[in-house]
């Protein structure tokens, strides 16, 4: 029997980063553990040199302790693996890259993944299961809800309030607000890659561009 087993629940591009990061920051949590890959759509048995399961083989693995790294960039399906996870009694774990900076008063819920380089000041708030890739920063005095994505190279400045399941697109800018405004990016809402945010941005909607506009489909 193993004493405990790390299961990377998706083997996609993000989960094949965020793996390495994962056994840096869990090599020792006891004298005999394993990682491996959970994935029910993808075929391998094998992805760089890691088992590929499906989440039932998973469940029915004997290992003493089970836990899970949620690797899923959709928030939406995030969410729901989340609940599943936790209704069949695996932990969600949070996973932070070695060389992250994190400073004064900062909380950040379970479950996050906060990739190289990225960067917390002071007096944030953070919701479960946010994920912070390569080169990302929040700074101060900033509130961040549930299941909120940052691509690579996100710019969230001071006094900025992002609500649950926003995502923000690789090298978006967002434009510091006040204590007595902060800028407002709403539940749900896509800003884009590159865009500069200058203003709130409603639930739900996209944006794009410098300064961010509404996508309009045609």
């Not at 193993?2 to 299961?7: F, H, P, Q």
């Not at 094949?16 to 553990?33: C, F, G, N, Q, W």
């Not at 902060?182 to 865009?195: E, F, Q, R, T």
Request: aromatic fraction near 8%; charged fraction near 15%; glycine fraction near 12%.
């Amino acid at each position: 029997m193993t004493e405990t087993i790390i299961g990377i629940y998706g083997a996609s591009g993000f989960g094949r980063e965020v793996m390495p990061l994962v056994k840096t920051h869990y090599h020792s949590i006891s004298a005999d553990v394993r990682f491996v890959f959970i994935d029910d759509g993808v075929n391998s048995t094998e992805i760089n040199g890691f088992p590929v399961w499906d989440y039932s083989g998973f469940l029915s693995y004997d290992a003493i302790n089970k836990f899970v790294v949620l690797a899923i960039a959709d928030s939406g399906v995030r969410e729901k693996l989340a609940i599943k996870c936790e209704n069949d009694g695996l932990s969600v774990l949070q996973v932070t890259a070695d060389n992250t900076v994190v400073l004064d008063e900062v909380e950040v819920g379970e479950g996050a993944i906060l990739c190289h380089f990225t960067q917390l000041t002071s007096n944030i708030r953070i919701g479960k299961h946010f994920h912070a890739n390569i080169y990302s920063y929040v700074a101060h005095d900033c509130v961040i809800g549930d299941y909120v994505t940052f691509a690579p190279g996100v710019r969230c400045n001071g006094n900025v309030h992002i609500e649950d399941h926003a995502y923000i697109g690789t090298g978006a800018i967002i434009k510091q607000g006040t204590p007595a405004k902060p800028l407002v990016i709403g539940k749900g809402a896509v800003v884009g890659m590159g865009a500069v945010v200058t203003k709130d941005i409603p639930p739900g909607v996209t944006v794009i561009g410098n300064p961010a506009r509404l996508l309009v489909k045609s």
